[in-house]
C-alpha cells in the first residue's frame, strides 16, 4: 500500500514557475513508475508526466515538452514536477500516482494512461492567471 500526498500548488501568473511534490509513504515507492496527472473543470484527467522506477527515463505529453521537468528521489520517496513557462492553460489540479507494478519496464504508451495507476492522491490545485 502506497500512500501519495502533492504540495505546492498555488496561483501564479503566466510565465512563472512551480515546483509540485509528490511525497509518497511505504517501502516500495522506488520499485514504482510514477506519474503526474492533471484535470481541469469538466475535462477528463489528462497525463502530463512519468518517470520510471529506475529513475532514468521521462515522458511527458506533448503541452508539457520543453516547460516542464519530472524527477525522483528515492531516498525521499518523493517525486517532482518542475513546471515553468506556465500559461493559463495549466490550470487544474494536478495529481501524482504510482502504478503498483513491481520494478516493470513497459512501452511509452503504458505511461499515458490513468488505469495503468493503482495509487492516487489527492491533488493540488495550480491556477495560472493571464
Known amino acids: 500500500q502506497v500512500q501519495l500526498v502533492e504540495s505546492g500548488g498555488g496561483l501564479v501568473q503566466a510565465g512563472d514557475s512551480l515546483r509540485l511534490s509528490c511525497a509518497a509513504s511505504?517501502?516500495?515507492?522506488?520499485?514504482?513508475?510514477m506519474g503526474w496527472f492533471r484535470q481541469a473543470p469538466g475535462k477528463e484527467r489528462e497525463f502530463v508526466a512519468a518517470?520510471?522506477?529506475?529513475?532514468?527515463?521521462?515522458y511527458f505529453a506533448d503541452s508539457a515538452k520543453g516547460r516542464f521537468s519530472i524527477s525522483r528521489d528515492n531516498a525521499k520517496n518523493t517525486v517532482y514536477l518542475q513546471m515553468n513557462s506556465l500559461k493559463a492553460e495549466d490550470t487544474a489540479v494536478y495529481y501524482c500516482?504510482?502504478?503498483?507494478?513491481?520494478?516493470?519496464?513497459?512501452?511509452?504508451?503504458?505511461?499515458?494512461?490513468?488505469?495503468?495507476?493503482?495509487?492516487w492522491g489527492q491533488g493540488t490545485q495550480v491556477t495560472v492567471s493571464s
Open positions: 518517470i520510471r522506477w529506475s529513475g532514468g527515463i521521462t
Open positions: 511505504g517501502r516500495t515507492f522506488s520499485d514504482y513508475n
Open positions: 500516482a504510482a502504478d503498483g507494478s513491481k520494478r516493470s519496464f513497459y512501452s511509452s504508451t503504458y505511461y499515458y494512461y490513468p488505469a495503468n495507476y493503482k495509487y
